[in-house]
């Protein structure tokens, strides 16, 4: 038998199928990790709009530039032989295409970013605030916690009692939450018992929120 005859007798791999089942297998085990806990929440951050735009660019950056680089190769060591113009033809078409898609993306989503913060065209809001303890004496400390929705961020806030000029300086912590310990003073005879958190967004609106205090007797 002659060499020609056996080359021709050996299996020949064909890539397309090993791409597809390499593809299809780690779907698998994609959702096999994220169903044990060992995906490190990355199917359950996909619903997060921030993470899944900026895993889909990641992708797309390293299919394209992984097949400029195969077509480079392809062309610069492949024997004369076995080196065929026609696939290299196509695979040039495959880039151009990947290109144009690639570069959309990159468009839009460097694009997103330099437009500066995110605007809300819903107003600022704050909820209820959770005081604690509601009854204190002059020289106790209360502890004010809420949430901020809404608006442009970043938020600001600022908190005071009664009728204190209250700005809003010190910056809400990430997810719009704020917690803070604030020192109870001595009202005045006609001053109201009620403590005030003033939130500011990004554009300069600005949102206040109110709650009662109960003050018992000094010691």
């Keep these: 038998m002659s060499q020609n005859e056996n080359a021709s ?65 392809s062309a610069l060591i492949a024997e004369e032989g ?14 151009a295409l990947l290109l144009g898609v690639f570069g959309t993306i990159v468009g839009f989503y460097f694009g997103s970013e330099a437009a500066g913060p995110r605007a809300d065209t819903s107003a600022v809001q704050v909820s209820t605030l959770d005081v604690s303890p509601r009854v204190v004496e002059p020289g106790d400390t209360v502890t004010v916690r809420a ?26 912590a990430e997810g719009g939450w704020i917690t803070k310990e604030a020192p109870v003073r001595q009202f005045q005879s006609q001053e109201a018992r009620v403590i005030r958190v003033i939130v500011q967004d990004a554009s300069g609106r600005r949102v206040e929120q109110i709650a009662p205090i109960a003050i018992g007797a000094p010691r």
């Design 82 to 95: 076995t080196f065929s113009k026609e696939r290299f033809d196509r695979g040039k078409e495959i880039l």
């Design 147 to 172: 949430v901020v929705t809404g608006g442009v961020s970043p938020y600001r806030f600022g908190i005071g009692l009664g009728d204190d000029t209250v700005e809003a300086r010190e910056a809400v």
């Design 9 to 73: 007798l050996r299996p020949r791999v064909n890539w397309i199928v090993l791409l597809v089942v390499t593809l299809v297998m780690s779907v698998i085990l994609l959702i096999a990790a994220a169903v044990v806990g060992l995906d490190k929440g990355v199917l359950n951050n996909m619903a997060r709009t921030e993470f899944a735009r900026g895993l889909i660019t990641y992708l797309f950056a390293v299919l394209t530039i992984g097949t400029a680089v195969v077509l480079v190769l």
